[in-house]
């Protein structure tokens, strides 16, 4: 689910790209923040999904694509969804885009056996060109993949893999060519028994200190992304994301408590990506900063 390059230089002729995720080790999307300048797109036929969600601005916007023509006013909340391999053969904004957030996901962003599990044949699942609506939960996803564009948080990229493996199933059963009653959610009860949930949570605490990613999480549950970020929190009652912060908080306790570490060397033993990230993490939980909460200790 790596290697994602996007296709925003080829087709935002008239903006300016803010931030990539690029280079950040995020696997199962691309996230890209923009500001656009009035005028005509270039043409693209997209090599892998694309999702934008206006953040700021409000203006007419024009666009073609799989013989659809859409016209509309867009402002902040509005969704554009433009499939891999649909081409789009003209696009107009008649004004200025201050900020949007573009998300690129797999051309086909579910895997075999994912679809499976929706009970779908893999070769007949389609995504449609459509674009000026609003989506409540797309627009969430969008800001929550923005906010950890522009302010990384401790374990993000856990956090922006589980957001890509709920976008791509979302899409699946709203925007593609099966009905949402076609495609009924898989059932996450049961799917995570007392042994395997117990293998899992093991395992995050014996490699607190290591990158834990949703997909590596999923491939020890013997289940697909999707299916595993559900069934973990219909068991554990918290997404992944949030358990593997907490367990690292409590060790990071644990650690502060004995004295005999630098608090860099506790953020490196708990696993975050700098002594900022645990700063902020372990203030979220605790109410008192690393530094405060040892020298209470005293």
């Known amino acids: 689910m790596s290697g994602l390059t996007g296709h925003g230089d080829e087709k935002y002729t008239t903006g300016s790209r803010l931030a990539t ?5 995020w696997t199962g999307l691309l996230a890209e923040r923009w500001h656009h300048g009035a005028g005509h797109l270039a043409d693209v ?3 892998e999904t694309e999702v ?3 953040i700021d601005g409000r203006l007419r916007v024009r666009r073609r694509g799989d013989g659809r023509l859409q016209d509309h006013t867009a402002r902040p909340g509005t969704v554009w969804l433009c499939p891999a391999g649909i081409p789009e053969d ?3 904004l008649d004004g200025e885009i201050s900020e949007s957030v573009h998300i690129y996901i797999p051309a086909s962003p579910l895997s075999a056996s994912a679809l499976e599990e929706f009970d779908i ?4 699942a389609r995504l449609r060109y459509d674009g000026g609506f609003r989506d409540p939960v797309i627009e969430q996803i969008g800001r929550t993949v923005l906010t950890e564009l522009k302010q990384p948080g401790p374990g993000g990229g856990l956090l922006v893999e589980t957001m890509g493996a709920a976008l791509a199933a979302y ?3 709203h925007y593609s060519n099966r009905s949402p009653s076609a495609t009924p959610l898989p059932r996450a009860d049961g799917a995570l028994d007392r042994r395997r949930l117990q293998r899992i949570t093991d395992y995050i605490v014996e490699n607190l200190q290591e990158t834990l990613t949703l997909e590596a999480l999923a491939a020890e549950a013997c289940l697909s992304r999707y299916h595993f970020a559900r069934a973990f929190k219909a068991a554990v009652g918290t997404t992944p994301h949030r358990f593997v912060v907490e ?3 409590a060790r990071a306790r644990d650690l502060l408590s004995s004295g005999e570490l630098s608090l860099a060397d506790v953020a490196a033993r708990c696993g975050f990506s700098s002594q900022a990230h645990f700063t902020r993490a372990f203030r979220d939980a605790t109410g008192v ?3 405060a909460f040892r020298a209470g200790l005293h």
């Open 45 to 47: 036929e997209p090599r």
């Open 90 to 92: 003209m696009i107009r």
């Open 52 to 54: 934008v969600v206006l």
């Open 21 to 25: 995720s690029a280079g950040r080790g």
């Open 121 to 124: 044949d893999p070769t007949g």
């Open 289 to 291: 900063t690393p530094g």
């Open 247 to 249: 367990q690292r908080v």
């Open 171 to 173: 899409l699946l059963r």
